[in-house]
């Protein structure tokens, strides 16, 4: 009886150190498993900020084109009311010559 006392008490030894070993075993790999995610996690997060910073340069540059094209467009606008200011005092200028031609004939 004392030799089946001894060998449950080694099969216990064993099997503790195997549960033991099988726990060092599964907490190495949860670490792992967490060093992964925080890496995917980080790439992620570095991906998400690449990609605002992408959109805001995007979107700057647009601003600074439509800026741009609105400014052409007040100039080329201001130069046709230039002209056509000009054309105006042309056109009177003709008819106050046409007028005074007039009145003297």
């Not at 060998?7 to 790999?29: I, N, V």
């Not at 967490?34 to 605002?52: C, D, F, G, I, Y």
Request: charged residues 50%.
């Amino acid at each position: 009886e004392m030799e089946t006392v001894r060998k449950r008490d080694a099969d216990s030894r064993r099997h503790e150190e195997a549960t033991r070993q099988l726990l060092h075993k599964e907490q190495a790999r949860f670490r792992e498993l967490e060093s992964q995610l925080e890496v995917r996690s980080a790439q992620e997060e570095k991906s998400r900020l690449e990609e605002r910073k992408r959109m805001e340069r995007e979107h700057e540059q647009l601003r600074v084109e439509v800026t741009r094209r609105a400014e052409e467009e007040e100039r080329a606008l201001q130069r046709t009311r230039s002209e056509l200011q000009e054309q105006q005092v042309q056109l009177q200028i003709s008819k106050d010559t046409f007028g005074d031609a007039m009145a003297e004939a």
